[in-house]
T-cell receptor
């Protein structure tokens, strides 16, 4: 069972469409992430939210717009995407980083991903 | 920036046998986390095993164990008694202690043959 839930699992959209990807976790984690993954490649970090505030934006184009409405939810709004944006989009959550190793286990918990195809 | 290197793009193993995946990393940090993640064709990224750098003892999770060599900056994964369900892409990953960012290796595709 996944503790990070992503919807939809598959999404096909045209370049002029507006759509959203949704992610939900109930593990009490206060850090949430969006990753983009191309086939047979490692995930690439896009955004990090910490305590519901955008903490890291890895120079992602503005056609991707993240939103964190509350500590359990994370959205990724999509608009005017390009065919090269077709990929698997992974959501993840984790504890907040801490300098004391024993206070944190470190790992990210991933959802099953949303497979996006842009026509 | 941290660099994680997985030098084996693909590996094949017979069911019930053992396979070892290699991973090396480059860092100036003394405390950090290392992970092995598994991503089957079903695509969810699942944590296989975790190692804290300050712990000298190698982590073990059932059939999965690591050989952590801190001085050599090496973190290999051994899968014993391989099962068909172990077929997946395996990613080695590094994280600094007080950071959000995971640095992934390029991945190793493991195929378990019946």
């Amino acid at each position: 069972d996944t503790e990070v839930t992503q919807t939809p699992k598959h999404l096909v959209m045209g370049m002029t469409n507006k759509k959203s990807l949704k992610c939900e976790q109930h593990m009490g984690h206060r850090a949430m992430y969006w990753y983009k993954q191309k086939a047979k490649k490692p995930p690439e970090l896009m955004f990090v939210y910490s305590y519901e505030k955008l903490s890291i934006n890895e120079s992602v184009p503005s056609r991707f717009s993240p939103e964190c409405p509350n500590s359990s939810l994370l959205n990724l709004h999509l608009h005017a995407l390009q065919p090269e944006d077709s990929a698997l989009y992974l959501c993840a959550s984790s504890q907040i980083p801490d300098r004391v190793a024993s206070k944190r286990t470190g790992e990210l918990f991933f959802g099953e991903g949303s497979r996006l195809t842009v026509l | 920036a941290q660099t994680v290197t997985q030098s084996q793009p693909e590996m094949s193993v017979q069911e019930a046998e053992t396979v070892t995946l290699s991973c090396t990393y480059d860092t100036s940090e003394s405390n950090y986390y290392l992970f092995w993640y598994k991503q089957p064709p079903s695509r969810q990224m699942i944590l296989v095993i975790r190692q804290e750098a300050y712990k000298q003892q190698n982590a073990t999770e059932n059939r999965f164990s690591v050989n952590f060599q801190k001085a050599a900056k090496s973190f290999s994964l051994k899968i014993s008694d391989s099962q068909l369900g172990d077929t997946a892409m395996y990613f080695c990953a590094f994280m600094k202690l007080n950071d959000y960012k995971l640095s992934f290796g390029a991945g190793t595709t493991v195929t378990v043959r019946a």
